[in-house]
């Protein structure tokens, strides 16, 4: 048994090589733009089939999400690339005939009958999508088709007129284009900009502007945590009974003046009465029974899945992130005070922020006759200014620190420290008089 969340997102997709329109590649992933990277050999993984660099770049010309579990997204996956085997579609309705192929052993004369995968073009493809999404077993699902190519939309457009029969008017069809200049350039960058924890690049539609991640249900979350704690007066909207999470599965109702709660089995019995279709199993949508509202039951599922099973995603989900402090521009103030700490070495080490305006006026200041190179590196003429012998001759990974004959900024910004020398140059270097 599968104690994983459902994921917060899985999606069926059509990959086209770049090259050669005719190359064509389904699969199913929880990150699309991950696995587009992966395909195109910019990150580790891929497939066999998109190996070839004569077919890189590969684009994704659509995706289907929606999918209620990751069990189910790999079964419209099977079904779309063996839509001529699958037992979704009825016989008489089938697109793509099954073909056979005979061998005949030169020794023995046996003949061998392998039934063969038909070669599928663009138009086959999107036609038995349409035909899958019509299907009883996907129909009832909340799915979605996101098209990226105008170009494979309107082949969409073109097979949805010839067709017969409709999809079902509540599953989404839509064109989202990101406009950039470049495919190959676009599958570059995309890992880029959008985040590691899969969150969309600001400002960006398209395969970047996805949200693969549970930010979406962050409130609902949050919701349904505070309003189980206090179980002791909640009761279930439809039963009127206690709700109790540890001794059965409730849902909240995500509306955030609604404090609806409901026993999962209450809710769908609730959905499939108002539902007139023939033999339900799963409910898709319903209203609330307090705000009336209209839930869906696959995001009512996910957050309650979240909830009991997925510890360590609430845990990443709900940690602040982390926020990069901006370096302070330096002031004549700061200026000032690195230049007396400087020249007073028994004074006591103030909180000060070193940075490259603060050390190259001094560096261009110092006398040129007091630098001599040598072999070994740089020698510097011992003065009364033992600070700034000390300071260049420190490794480059103490504070505040000077590579020899370059300025190297520290890698920590924050109060500077004791500046100890550990096997120096200076050491080695001969003084001269």
């Not at 663009?122 to 105008?150: D, G, Q």
């Not at 309107?154 to 599953?171: F, G, K, L, P």
């Not at 000390?390 to 505040?400: A, F, L, Q, V």
């Amino acid at each position: 048994m599968d104690t994983r969340p459902i994921p917060a997102f899985y999606c069926c997709y059509l990959l086209r090589s770049t090259v050669r329109h005719a190359n064509l590649y389904i699969g199913s992933t929880p990150n699309p733009v991950r696995r587009l990277r992966q395909h195109n050999g910019f990150s580790n993984g891929g497939a066999a089939k998109t190996a070839r660099d004569t077919l890189r770049p590969w684009e994704m010309a659509c995706i289907v999400t929606g999918f209620p579990s990751s069990v189910a997204a790999l079964q419209f996956e099977w079904a779309w690339q063996n839509t001529h085997l699958t037992r979704r579609i009825a016989e008489d309705q089938r697109i793509t005939i099954r073909e056979t192929r005979v061998r005949t052993s030169p020794k023995t004369g046996r003949t061998r009958r392998r039934p063969v995968r038909p070669r599928a073009s663009l138009t086959n493809l999107i036609s038995n999508l349409h035909l899958l999404l019509r299907v009883p077993s996907f129909a009832r699902w909340p799915l979605e088709v996101r098209f990226f190519r105008e170009d494979v939309y309107r082949v969409w457009q073109r097979w949805a007129e010839r067709s017969r029969t409709d999809i079902n008017h509540e599953t989404k069809v839509s064109l989202d284009i990101d406009p950039s200049p470049d495919v190959a350039d676009e599958v570059q960058v995309s890992g880029r900009e959008q985040s590691k924890h899969g969150r969309p690049a600001v400002g960006r539609t398209g395969l970047e502007g996805l949200n693969v991640t549970y930010a979406g249900l962050k409130s609902h979350l949050e919701k349904g945590i505070f309003l189980l704690a206090e179980s002791e007066g909640t009761s279930c909207a439809i039963c009127t009974e206690h709700v109790d999470e540890k001794t059965g599965m409730v849902v909240v109702c995500p509306v955030s003046d609604c404090r609806a709660a409901s026993h999962i089995t209450c809710l769908s019995s609730r959905f499939l009465g108002d539902q007139s279709l023939v033999d339900p199993v799963i409910p898709k949508e319903g209203p609330c029974p307090k705000c009336n509202g209209t839930l869906q039951w696959v995001d009512l599922v996910k957050e309650l899945s979240l909830r009991i099973r997925g510890k360590p995603e609430i845990e990443k989900l709900m940690k602040k992130p982390r926020v990069r402090k901006s370096k302070a521009a330096p002031t004549d103030e700061s200026v000032s005070i690195s230049m007396a700490s400087r020249n007073d070495s028994t004074d006591t080490e103030e909180d000060l922020q070193i940075s490259e305006e603060d050390t190259v006026p001094e560096l261009r200041t110092m006398d040129v006759a007091s630098i001599i190179p040598s072999d070994d590196g740089w020698q510097y003429q011992v003065n009364e200014d033992d600070d700034i012998i000390s300071m260049t001759s420190t490794r480059s990974d103490t504070p505040g620190a000077f590579r020899a004959g370059s300025l190297c900024r520290s890698p920590r910004q924050g109060a500077i420290s004791e500046i100890v020398i550990e096997e120096s140059d200076w050491d080695y270097a001969e003084i001269l008089s």
